[in-house]
């Protein structure tokens, strides 16, 4: 069979893509399937058993990471890998994470019934709690397997109800008896929605980032004084609210003040006690800051928390800053780079070279292994809300590129 001919089903892929959004479906479109949720499980259970129908082997770790296997002409090669997750953010859209999984899922899909054989193995992936939304940091489980987060302290991180992530791990029936411990991996490929405007205002159907930038989160909690609003003058008061506003517009502020490329964001905040006529005495909030620069965001920084330091000691509300996650900037293989590109313009596809400015597993397998990532258009550039969506045509294109990467790759000597 000439392999040059070969193409998805686009369809399948589509019917895939909507059955799994089903699982956690929003009013307004999108979906939510929080990490180690009952949706998680339910969206877990519908992938395995969509594995063993094509004849995978099913492995999961005890991470809950999920691989399946399809086995190549020399098996003891490194495998092909490419995956991507199937929980998302809270009330988020259908196509974050889910496409990169159903996507790969086509290609071996497609393979399997075309008796396609590969030099090197194949391997699928959903990697457990990309998003970091209940359990933060993200893409925590791809840090373990790669070996730069402890497997210890991914199970000792709680969400906002005090359950910890080890222990609804077990209850989902979702720790495997693996180890999550990286193996050789010949290359790494993880096809996204982008995200972002670029593709979609540049009117190109295909995205080859060159990497991704760089994402370090802070968290940070303030400690004011609690009163009764009526009686209590406002000279003297102690509002830890009010403290969290002047540092929420600080962070807005720091690209500004910085230059350069970076990107500052507060996007999580609790306040305490949350009633509307006590003054605040407790806030607890985010802060993400990313580049592809390193050292730049790292700077900046450090510029913030002086200045965080200083509306804490002038409004009297002590401050404690934990230094939550740190993930450096992914170069990506300039080769793998090269042949989505490629693969994009022999398909007949348009394509656009690229930054990533969104964090994904790929961050992690760049450190593992040869890595690169396919992207396709979000429409309106909107992504992790329910109205998030890409076109239907543009999801098999992407799925297209992903299949004769793939196909190079894993026939490569």
Partial sequence: MDLSKLRINGARLRTSLEEMAKIGATPNGGVQRLTLSDEDKRARDLFVKWLKEIDLAVTIDEMGNIFGRRPGTEDNLPPVMSGSHVDSQPKGGRFDGILGVMGALEVMRT??????????????????????????????????????????????????????????????????????????????????????????????????????????????????????????????????????????????????????????????????????????????????????????????????????????????????????????????????????????????????HMVSGAGHDASYMNQVCPTAMIFVPSIGGRSHVEVENTAWSDCEAGANVLLHCLLKTADEH
């Fill in 111 to 352: 393979l399997h019934e075309n008796k396609v054989k590969t030099r090197h193995p194949m391997m699928i992936v959903d990697w457990t709690n990309e998003e970091g939304s209940r359990f933060a940091p993200a893409m925590v489980s791809s840090g373990v397997w790669a070996g730069v987060l402890e497997r210890d302290y991914a199970y000792g991180r709680t969400d906002i109800n005090g359950k910890k992530f080890g222990e609804e791990l077990v209850r989902i029936g979702y720790k495997g008896p693996a180890p999550a411990a990286k193996w050789p991996v010949h290359a790494y490929y993880e096809y996204h929605i982008e995200q972002g405007p670029m593709l979609e205002g540049q009117k190109k159907t295909i995205g080859a980032p060159k990497g991704i930038l760089c994402l370090h989160w802070y968290d940070i909690y303030l400690t004011g004084e609690a009163n009764q609003v009526g009686p209590t003058p406002m000279e003297g008061r102690h509002d830890a609210l009010c403290a969290a506003a002047e540092m929420i517009l600080a962070t807005n502020r720091l690209p500004d003040r910085m230059g350069g490329n970076i990107v500052a964001t507060v996007g999580e905040i609790q306040n305490k006690p949350n009633s509307r006529n006590i003054i605040p005495d407790g806030v607890h909030f985010t802060v993400d800051i990313r580049s592809w620069d390193d050292d730049h965001a790292i700077k900046a920084w450090e510029h913030l928390k002086i200045d965080l330091q200083e509306i804490a000691a002038r409004r009297g509300t002590p401050i404690r800053i934990d230094e939550t996650w740190r993930c450096p900037h992914a170069p990506f293989a300039e080769r793998l780079v090269q042949r989505v590109l490629d693969t994009a313009g022999e398909l007949g596809y348009s394509s656009l």
